[in-house]
T-cell receptor, first 113, second 110 residues
Framework: GAGVSQTPSNKVTEKGKYVELRCDPI?????LYWYRQSLGQGPEFLIY????????DSGLPNDRFFAVRPEGSVSTLKIQRTERGDSAMYLC???????????FGQGTRLTVV | EDQVTQSPEALRLQEGESSSLNCSYT??????LFWYRQDPGKGPEFLFT???AGEEKEKERLKATLTKKESFLHITAPKPEDSATYLC???????????FGKGTTLSVSS
């Protein structure tokens, strides 16, 4: 498809487990972003990739969160030892370059029980 | 600290009743202001980018305007399908991410 694709759309996991969330950006977009959104809040920045490298990871809340983009296209957000507070909508976005409009995927709803 | 504040938090309109949503921001050296629409359980959908004070952009019943301190999203003769949460955002100082407001949830009843 032409848009940003995120899988899975929903993920339920037990506290303490490891999860991976995948993002397939718009073809040709070099900038890729991960955001987290809680109910009633705006999206909050987690990490920004320019190509293969994480140009800004200042939004990652702690070292249980990690993201990769090994070939400059698909990205995976990895969360270790999940906690109930990690429950949220995880959004991925891509843009042709930084500071241009970013296009979002439909998100992955993560629920930690 | 860069901040984005949206008001009101919620707005209920009758079909055809025009109104405006506000987005005020504090950021040094604005590099664009972005408006998004978000439906429940979905990702934000891009609407507009404004780059300089005085700029206006329109799409169907929506018009976005920008001043040096705030932006307005004007909704003319809204329809029920315009019901959604409207988010505005500005780039952070480093230009590496968008800072979002909490959004305005618009409900339009027929």
């Amino acid at each position: 498809g032409a848009g940003v694709s995120q899988t899975p759309s929903n993920k339920v996991t037990e506290k303490g487990k490891y999860v991976e969330l995948r993002c397939d950006p718009i073809s040709g977009h070099t900038a890729l972003y991960w955001y987290r959104q809680s109910l009633g809040q705006g999206p909050e920045f987690l990490i920004y990739f320019q190509g293969t490298g994480a140009a800004d990871d200042s939004g990652l809340p702690n070292d249980r969160f990690f993201a990769v983009r090994p070939e400059g296209s698909v990205s995976t957000l990895k969360i270790q030892r999940t906690e109930r507070g990690d429950s949220a909508m995880y959004l991925c976005a891509s843009s042709a370059s930084v500071n241009t409009e970013a296009f979002f995927g439909q998100g992955t709803r993560l629920t930690v029980v | 600290e860069d901040q984005v504040t949206q008001s009101p938090e919620a707005l209920r309109l009758q079909e055809g009743e025009s109104s405006s949503l506000n987005c005020s921001y504090t950021v040094s050296g604005l590099r664009g202001l972005f408006w998004y629409r978000q439906d429940p359980g979905k990702g934000p959908e891009f609407l507009f980018t404004l780059y300089s004070a005085g700029e206006e952009k329109e799409k169907e019943r929506l018009k976005a305007t920008l001043t040096k301190k705030e932006s307005f999203l004007h909704i003319t003769a809204p329809k029920p399908e315009d019901s959604a949460t409207y988010l505005c955002a500005v780039p952070n100082q480093a230009g590496t991410a968008l800072i979002f407001g909490k959004g305005t949830t618009l409900s339009v009843s027929s």
